[in-house]
């Protein structure tokens, strides 16, 4: 594929993609994460962002990608509330502004973290394309898949349909939850009580025997109104929580990595890549999942990257979760990764991504002087070391970092010099 001409990189985590809009605060904290976008900027290139980029860190992205910091170009928007992030940049009048930036030679695209109806209309607004697709209307053409196959109800339908194996569950509407919790409680120890549009954890109760006993009343998250769906499932006895990431193109469907998920109570905490020898031996079935959901997206119209999780039983048995069908929180630092790396002698490393807590608030000059003094700084040479991919978080202290070696031995001793350079929490 020709590479493509200037990208109006969209941040747009305020989306309905994957949750209501009215969960306004998941949201924000979700698109605290923007400033990893500027990994995938070239020159000529413009990054939409619903929160500001430090110069700091927009000097070392530069200087690790090799792209003048004065060539990176970010548009910050200002909050607008629980609205998607194109008519947050409306309300701004910053619309002229990023058309301007783009114009001239080459056809212009949009790439939105989510394909959304909202980041189409942009697209249209702005006499862009929504990249990879060739036309506008074939974006819009597989936004009705996106928006189904981001929820836990159309998962379920879609894998059934394609023959995953899935824990034994329920799709109902919120009234009828409570009598589908008690009636798998009666084959099952544990179950899973899923909204059917959440990301991250969002919403998750898990409930054991006795929790509904003496009468309880089962109480759910506010997600999805009083008549929403949710699915309940058996609470599978999980070893590994485990991912495979895909790309739809042109020429077809790829797998581009597999790892596993670092989750607390059913909320992403980080990711390492290649899946442990643990749980290597699903590897295959993953695959052959991600390549069937995928010719189903294909045939749907659906082009870009998408995921599926899968949980790994103690018994060693896959069960599939859900799909991701947008970028997800390890597309974009996968992509920096291979950005990196590419010219190096570990042209294709093992990595992880993770997030940690310093005891004190510090700022990102310090936490990099930090990481250089302890001599774990990536390092462009020898393709390997710690990148703070995110920017200093709002609270000077929950830091998100990725670390990348030759081999994932490496990269958890790396990830234990890494919390003493930062001086994190344990457990953190």
């Known amino acids: 594929m020709n590479e493509p001409g200037p990208l109006v990189v969209f941040a747009n985590f305020l989306s309905d993609l994957a949750v209501d809009l009215d969960q306004g605060q998941v949201l924000a904290q979700w698109a605290e994460q923007a400033p990893r976008k500027a990994w995938l900027l070239r020159p000529g290139d413009v990054l939409v962002t619903p929160v500001p980029l430090s ?67 942009f697209a249209r607004d702005l006499g862009l394309t929504v990249h990879p697709y060739p036309t506008i209307d074939g974006a819009a053409g597989a936004l009705r898949t996106t928006m189904l196959l981001n929820t836990k ?50 919403g998750l109760r898990f409930l054991a025997r006795g929790d509904l006993d003496g009468g309880a009343a089962l109480e759910l998250d506010a997600v999805g109104g009083s008549q929403g769906t949710w699915v309940v499932e058996e609470c599978v006895d999980v070893a590994e929580s485990v991912s495979i990431q895909m790309e739809n193109s042109a020429s077809g469907t790829h797998a581009l990595f597999s790892g ?14 290649p899946l442990p020898p643990s749980c290597a031996h699903v590897a295959g079935e993953l695959e052959e999942w991600g390549r069937r959901l995928g010719r189903r997206l294909s045939g749907q119209g659906y082009l870009g990257p998408f995921g599926v999780d899968a949980l ?84 000077g202290r929950t830091w998100r970092y990725a670390v990348v070696a030759a081999d994932a031995g490496a990269v958890r001793e790396r990830e234990g010099l890494v919390a003493e350079a930062l001086e994190l929490e344990c457990g953190a």
């Open 312 to 395: 790994v039983g103690t018994d060693g048995v896959a069960y599939a979760s859900e799909s991701n069908v947008r970028r997800t929180a390890t597309t974009t630092p996968h992509a920096m990764i291979t950005r990196l790396t590419a010219a190096s002698a570990v042209p294709h490393p093992a990595w992880s991504v993770a997030k940690g807590r310093a005891r004190r608030p510090f700022g990102f000059e310090e936490a990099l002087r930090r990481l250089r003094g302890h001599d774990l700084a990536f390092d462009p040479g020898r393709g390997e070391g710690v990148v703070l991919y995110a920017d200093a978080p709002p609270d």
């Open 153 to 202: 109800a159309g998962f379920r339908d879609a894998a059934e349909q394609v023959g995953m194996r899935l824990p034994t569950g329920r799709v109902c509407r919120r009234p009828a939850v409570e009598g589908a919790v008690r009636e798998l409680l009666q084959r099952y120890e544990r179950v899973v009580v899923k909204p059917d549009r959440s990301a991250g954890g969002h």
């Open 55 to 121: 110069g700091e860190f927009l000097r070392y992205v530069g200087d690790l990608t090799g792209v003048p910091g004065e060539q990176l170009t970010v548009v910050e928007v200002p909050p607008a509330g629980p609205v998607p992030l194109a008519e947050a940049v409306r309300r701004a009048g910053l619309v002229e502004r990023v058309r301007d930036l783009v114009a001239g030679p080459g056809t212009a695209a949009l790439l939105p973290t989510a394909l959304d109806a909202s980041a189409i209309a």
């Open 260 to 273: 596993a998920m670092r989750t607390v109570g059913g909320s992403f905490t980080g990711y390492t890549c």
